[in-house]
């Protein structure tokens, strides 16, 4: 028979990477929730108009990358791309506007994106994220980019630099693409067929271009934050000055482009020097209008999410420890089974002979697995008891004995 792979994309995380995984996602939980964020989950496909409608129509994500399917019952679904326009679906869908505001959640979740594949690249992949919803203060923007700071630095994520930005309100913006069109159509004979074909779709994002002609073009095209309103100004230059007494450095970035049409006032992308080509280690923004647009009140929202994967290439590695073995059992028939029960009700962590190795196979498993003590227990329910440190060995008068005995030492 042929051998199956896994999908083009996609990749198995075994028990060696798992450690990694685990210890990412516990210091996620420290920083995020000792900041007030609650974890939350949606689900892994959602009705395909949430992102057509919150992502964006001309978006590359919802335009070519969605894992979209029409199910049984003739709806079309779609795998989530990302998480911020499901997390905003929720919370007009279980009135959270109504708790106290803002609203602070944080996700570690899958998500799906028919991409090229390529190193740090996937098509399925995970990302940790958080939402502040409900709130506009500049002091939220600032406080989501340190917490995404505090989180790559305490991974360890080397060589990061943040990248700046502000795109102004839907307004200013609609003005400014329409400058930009026309800047581009006045240069439309050394710019790329990509970009003139996204002209009216998309002129912005000719700044992404890697065309030599369409980058000389845009090195002279108008800027959007020269464009922004004063008050749009204010609120970046309140979210500046944050980031200054925090000491968290950045780049401004006048042509900072994200992938995704909800994003309002403040932009930001953290990058890696370790990364290659996909050196886009986590970002985000503001985003409005992004809940009304999704049939909600007016209200404002901030967010951000990183990659795990490219996290995980870019980050020292200090896995947690493996857990302690305190008992390991070996012996035949069902007394191991009532011992291992039994020291497990205890509070033990406790591994079982499961692979009927002889009593040299079972000290040499004792001694993989670090087993602090190794039970053996003969047909009769007898039990010698065998301290891994001091090699000494008793007989116990039953499995409560073994238990009592081990959980003194324990203690001692
Ligand atoms: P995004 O920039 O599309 O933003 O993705 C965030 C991060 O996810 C990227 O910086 C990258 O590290 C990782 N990522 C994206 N696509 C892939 C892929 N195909 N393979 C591996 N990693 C990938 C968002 O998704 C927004 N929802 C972020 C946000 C939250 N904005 C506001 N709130």
Redesign the pocket.
């Known amino acids: 028979m042929p051998k199956l792979q896994a999908p083009r994309g996609t990749y198995d995380v075994l028990p060696e990477q798992a450690a990694a995984r685990l210890a990412l996602e516990n210091v996620a939980r420290r920083v995020l929730e000792g900041a007030g964020y609650e974890r939350i989950e949606t689900p892994v496909f959602e009705a395909t108009e949430l992102f057509s409608r919150g992502v964006g129509a001309s978006t590359d994500?919802v335009q070519k990358e969605m894992y979209t399917f029409t199910d049984a019952g003739d709806r079309s679904l779609t795998l989530r791309p990302?998480?911020?326009a499901p997390i905003c679906r929720a919370y007009v869908e279980h009135g959270l506007h109504v708790a106290s505001q803002p609203v602070k959640l944080w996700y570690l979740s899958q998500?799906f994106?028919h991409?090229r594949a390529q190193a740090?690249?996937?098509?399925q992949?995970w990302?940790v994220?958080a939402?502040t919803i409900g709130a506009d203060d500049p002091a939220v923007d600032a406080e989501s980019i340190l917490l995404l700071w505090t989180l790559l630095t305490e991974l360890g994520v080397g060589g990061i630099q943040l990248r700046l930005g502000s795109l102004g309100t839907p307004a200013a913006r609609a003005a400014y693409r329409e400058e930009l069109s026309a800047y581009l159509r006045a240069h439309e004979e050394r710019l790329s067929a990509e970009v003139i074909t996204r002209i009216d779709l998309n002129p912005l994002r000719a700044f992404d271009a890697d065309h030599p002609g369409t980058r000389a073009v845009m090195a002279g095209a108008p800027i959007l934050m020269d464009a922004l309103a004063p008050e749009d100004l204010a609120h970046f230059e309140e979210v500046r000055a944050r980031l200054d007494v925090a000491g968290v450095g950045y780049r401004l970035d006048p042509t900072l482009v994200?992938?995704?049409d909800y994003y309002a006032r403040t932009v930001f992308?953290f990058t890696s020097d370790l990364l290659g080509a996909?050196s886009?280690?986590?970002?985000?923004?503001r985003?409005d209008g992004l809940v009304e647009q999704l049939g909600g009140p007016p209200t404002p929202g901030?967010?951000?999410?990183?990659?795990v994967?490219?996290i995980l290439l870019s980050a020292e590695h200090r896995p947690e420890p493996h857990a302690v073995c305190d008992l390991y059992v070996a012996g035949t028939g069902v007394a191991p089974f009532a011992l291992a029960a039994e020291a497990r009700r205890a509070g033990l962590n406790v591994q079982l002979e499961l692979a009927g190795r002889s009593r040299k196979g079972q000290r040499k498993q004792a001694t993989r697995l670090r087993a602090s003590h190794v039970a053996l227990v003969d047909d009769d329910g007898a039990i010698v008891l065998e301290d891994s440190e001091s090699e000494e060995r008793e007989s116990v008068a039953g499995a409560s004995a073994a238990v009592a005995h081990i959980l003194k030492g324990r203690h001692l």
Request: net charge neutral; charged share 30%; hydrophobic share 30%.
């Open positions: 994500i990302e998480g911020t998500f994106r991409e740090g690249r996937f098509r992949f990302q994220g939402e994200r992938g995704l992308e996909q886009a280690v986590g970002g985000g923004g985003y901030c967010g951000w999410a990183a990659g994967e490219r």
